[in-house]
């Protein structure tokens, strides 16, 4: 497949490269039409040269220590997949260097001051050209960003499942958004509350009046919400039950149409109608399936939205990012 | 041990032994003190006589067909784990042969007639001696009851959450209940729903605005609530997410003391506070554990109520009913 | 991507796309350069047309009743995703009309008359132009099939894992396979045994001395086999544990260097040596994964051996069979 | 229920009470009808207080740090559930002071002094009234004994599922064991291996020629075995899969017979004969469940024996063997 990949590839490269969400951008990049992975680097300096087993014969080139140096040299683009502190100190001096970067951290995703430096504090200046990367409500501004901040999972699944609503007008009530989410979200490093024996078996709520990601949910709708995720036990997938009310009178109809003109051009955004959707059909993909089910004698409204956190909640979603940035068919790389 | 169970004990029988719920019976009354478990049939006439391997050397005696005319010889006490349309049919006949009936199924737990003709269509006359047999609630009713119709599984987390919040008179917005469910709430018989491979890495909403556990939790809390269960991929368990809002001004402190004197007495709920509990801390147990989170700016507030859906929310809630029926220690077969 | 698509497109029909391998097929096949998939059949012609909502926007051509008609009409390759009594009846019907046929059932996969008549009592006549599908053994042989019949999923693991030492003349010793393997090997269909809350928290042996997959690995290998499966509580995937001894004097040098020698230009195995690959690393790809520990005091030598039983063990090896076939990059379609 | 215990109780105390194992150890003994626990203590003595939430109502008592004089003070029995150098280091000490001792490690467990210096280099001195504690197998020597070994979990299900062949003889050909464990048998600490991510959805291998458990089930068998354990992604139980072949001419009702007369009187190991026996009916119970299948045409036998690894494989033994040694009814506090 040499010939394909000959021709438009931009030269990249990926920070943090052995979490979840790195190794799945280093799968993606690594089988892209467009991409020449040249270098896959570990989060730290100090980190050992180590293989990645699970993706040899895709990605023989292994994980090298992180170096800002090698990672602008001849590099058209980074994808940084660190903790957030790291990303704020590394992504301005990447942009510095010419570089656009893909940033899938939380570090730059809050443009309040306030609300930055409450959740974020270790994120200083905010450069210029940024965008939210959520490709189906920015896709116009992402050609020009030199700094795309990719969303969070749980943002993801209900900005795109509530947003068609809100923008519209539709929104009558309260909104409480009630997220439940595989234990790869939580991250590689182990743990008492991602021990598998902890997890097995059981569920568990955390963050309550307390998730970092309620800001940034609140700062994509405008509106305020009350957000509770859990632990739920399987590996990858976020399932979002939201719960509101519409205004009187609004029809299924109208919330059908609504979604139909919102999604009409997104490819990896599935409106699924009265036919609520689960995690396993979004599983391993891009996609975000969302379903509703309104009561229209009383106006309660309840949307169910899923996604694989890992990939449209994080990798994936940073490619699409990438393909609509440079160029590309939206879908180039991520239609396995 | 056969000195503890020669007396004071009760002659009892189970219908419908094979099932889930069923065979959780079978094992609580076989090794309850104060009971002698004289038969378990099956939920039908027509079911050949089987073996419970997993119930060896705890009860050998079988799963024999369901025989009304057996089912009350000599025997003091029936447990129903039958299909609503067959405890509507079995309760009233074993009645009116004076034996005292704890049926698990829905049939009985509506007292509004409109309401039991919408979700329970084949069940008729309600017996005047029935008691709905949440001991934490009714305990006092429960020595006089002939009829004992035990709560289903979704509703007793609900009521004993939040119970005693609406009974103070705290509850000031509407109310959310986001339900998980381990599968083995959708009982044994197979179906794609419950395949393996339809429920592992999944999560799925199901019975939005149209499952009759709704009907009842409104009819417990005297209030009107949306709810939406989700199966979950783990067996045995129920975690609950209340969503609501408390009255001006009340405090951390006052919900706390109104969970506090609600459950004094009550060995089976464990009120743990800010510190929300989990689905393993329960399962295979009686318990029913409490927590919430309260934002006392905004007036939020989140309980977390969990349980294990075929012993606190099926079996184990029926044996508990049965102890206090009969003036046993609440508590005897069920500290396990 | 049309630009890739348009170039030597072979044109596809899938019978049986509805259960899971079939659905694998269907998505691999719709998202290959070098495929145009035409059709996506049922098992029977009397199913009704359905869509498959996992594949909506990958594949939006819907499950249509089984057509042989249509299935060779303008069609150059078919793939059989049947029961092995409908593939032993259409196999050769497509195979008179001159179209290839790839089938996934079992059907075909025994060259022992009296074996195949044991366990396969419904197949004919064998083609003479049919190849066992193992790429890695019979790359050589595929161009010409006009029938492939693809292995299946245990046997390829055990033939992959310990046909080179087989073939090296290593092995000394009874063989014992114990296999793994995830649920969604015991297809789409409810039973009790694959009922979620059966299966969930439990491990099951099954088909002891029974199973025809023995018979199958036993004719790859030429040697007699204990082969037991198990079902493990996981969807996607098998591990098999292979128990034999090795020649005195054998070293792991030899070990390692035969499998080197078997599999250098073989793009799906990875050898892993001395670091036991596992599930995860596999599934949802179409690696097969091998690693071993030798004792070389005694001899006793224990392969791991894993794949993802739809993909390297169904789906995928079908499409790397088909790649092989029509002269393509052996990874077209499937670096996932 | 204070009636029943206040007659015969034995005063004890648990060590290493935070751990899986420990938990179940207080779970068992604060409902024993035969025991009044005293302390439950943690592994060191610089551990804080703590309490265990899942306990609450069945033991109040909290964790306290370890402390040898108050655990010898007016104690009758002490179980031991620490790391084994702990116990090498703690178990004659209480001895020394009168108290009889159920260590649940594998400091005691081997009496070959090579192999135990090879794999607990730790232990000492092996006191001379001690008794490996399968109680199956020993019965008679545990009323005397100072110190029980308690047995390993993989041990117990190989010595219970091979035991009473190779004492009758039958056993003609070499010995595989194939086990399949739950997770919470690698302990309560997080690791890379028992991260949730990473054991979901997957199955490894480990320990191969390299488990000390295999010198612990050789030691009890008298014979060479292979063994090797699984991680398998469920929390509680063990599946071992034993193959070897039997002498020409032994039938299959010498085998059965065999067992039979083996376990006639063994309230805890239950026969199943050809139906195999699965992890989840043995799951949360102090049973071992053993079956199996015999190639008569070649003496090919594969024995299924399965146990709860924190049950029969480690607290409920070690209550078993105390209920024995201090003369009560072998199955007081377990049949729950």
């Known amino acids: 497949m040499a010939d394909v990949r000959d021709r438009n590839q931009v ?13 799945e951008l280093v799968r993606l990049l690594a089988g892209h039409p467009h991409v020449r992975l040249e270098l896959a680097m570990a989060s730290s300096a100090s980190s050992p040269r180590r293989d990645l087993p699970a993706l040899a014969h895709l990605w023989d080139g292994g994980v090298v220590p992180l170096d800002l140096d090698a990672l602008t040299e ?12 790291a990303s704020a100190d590394v992504a301005p001096r990447l942009l510095a260097r010419g570089v656009r970067v893909f940033d899938l951290s939380g570090a730059f995703r809050l443009r309040d001051g306030a609300a930055r430096a409450q959740w974020y504090p270790k994120t200083g200046e905010v450069p210029s050209s940024i965008v939210y990367g959520l490709p189906e409500l920015r896709r116009s501004e992402l050609p020009a960003a030199q700094l795309v901040s990719c969303p969070g999972c749980y943002p993801t699944a209900a900005a795109l499942g509530l947003g068609p609503l809100v923008r519209a007008g539709l929104i009558a009530g309260d909104i409480v958004i009630d997220a439940k989410s595989g234990v790869s979200g939580a991250g590689k490093a182990p743990s008492e509350r991602t021990h598998f024996s902890e997890c097995h078996g059981s569920v568990s709520a955390y963050g309550v009046f307390a998730h970092r990601h309620a800001a940034e949910i609140e700062q994509e709708l405008g509106l305020s919400v009350t957000f509770v995720p859990h632990l739920v036990p399987l590996d990858r997938g976020i399932l979002e039950t939201i719960y509101t009310r519409v205004g009187a009178g609004t029809s299924e109809d109208t919330v059908a149409e609504t979604y139909r003109a919102a999604y ?15 995690i396993k059909q979004v599983a391993y993909t891009n996609f975000c399936d969302i379903g509703w089910k309104l009561d229209t004698k009383t106006g309660r409204l309840v949307v169910i939205s899923v996604l694989d956190n890992l990939l449209k909640g994080a990798a994936g979603q940073a490619v699409q990012g990438f393909n609509i940035a440079f160029g590309f068919d939206e879908r180039a790389g991520l239609l396995t």
Do not use: K, S
């Open 11 to 23: 030269r990249v490269g990926v920070a943090g490269a052995t979490g979840y969400a790195g190794q």
């Open 74 to 85: 001849e590099i058209d683009a980074v994808f940084l997949a660190l903790p957030e502190e």
């Open 264 to 278: 009409a051009g997104a490819p990896f955004v599935r409106v699924t109608g009265g036919t609520l959707p689960v």
